[in-house]
């Protein structure tokens, strides 16, 4: 069994300032892991993932997240937020084995302020 | 969102009628996947696909039926559309991606509109 908690249904942050989105998961096997962001009238497009190659993972559009298996975490963050990064983020865990069926998140959607 | 096209863009339904929903790839890949949007809700899976022939029930199943007759077509159906399935449908397929150590990740369609009146 896997799920994800997404905490916070929407971030709110100054242009400039950093993000912080946080993901929360749970799962009997070792997780693959991804963040994905959807913009208004959308489909889904993948940030980034998490693989068990390395711990911090470096997305697109100066994402990153870091994987911590103690606190079952896989927080998104980026520096410095822009406001073209205005969007829905959603977290999603996937079984590292067996059939491919991510769960995703509630998402989490990110609004910037100028 | 090239290689996964999705139709409809938008759909107005009257309750009570039907309508099928076409996901269509063009990269022979295996599994093929429905997603509904809701507000608040995240995605929620209705049914997937292994392969052609072959489907299986999500998260959200009732109501909706699914055909995948040929390996590049992944069909929704509606039979007797509810105000409940006023919503955003996705259609996706996984893709090995990253070559041969990479891993699987999904690709998703730009999504159909549907709203039940």
């Known amino acids: 069994a896997q799920s994800v908690t997404q905490l916070g249904s929407h971030v709110s942050v100054s242009e400039g300032a950093l993000v912080l989105l946080r993901c929360n998961y749970s799962s009997s096997v070792p997780p693959y892991l991804f963040w994905y962001v959807q913009y208004p009238n959308q489909g889904l497009q993948l940030l980034l993932k998490y693989t068990s190659a390395a711990t911090l993972v470096k997305g697109i559009n100066g994402f990153e997240a870091e994987f911590k298996k103690s606190e079952t975490s896989f927080h998104l963050t980026k520096p410095s937020a822009h406001m073209s990064d205005a969007a829905e983020y959603f977290c999603?865990?996937?079984?590292?084995?067996?059939?491919?069926?991510?769960?995703f998140g509630r998402g989490t959607s990110l609004i910037v302020h100028p | 969102n090239a290689g996964v096209t999705q139709t409809p863009k938008f759909r107005v339904l009257k309750t009570g009628q039907s309508m099928t929903l076409l996901c269509a790839q063009d990269m022979n890949h295996e599994y093929m996947y429905w997603y509904r949007q809701d507000p608040g809700m995240g995605l929620r899976l209705i049914h997937y696909s292994v392969g052609e022939g072959t489907t299986a029930k999500g998260e959200v199943p009732d109501g909706y039926n699914v055909s995948r007759l040929k390996k590049q077509n992944f069909l929704l159906g509606l039979e007797s559309a509810a105000p409940s399935q006023t919503s955003v449908y996705f259609c996706a397929i996984k893709r090995l991606a990253g070559g041969s150590r990479g891993i699987d990740e999904q690709f998703f369609g730009p999504g159909t509109r549907l709203t039940v009146l």
């Open positions: 999603a865990v996937s079984p590292s084995g067996g059939s491919y069926i991510p769960t």
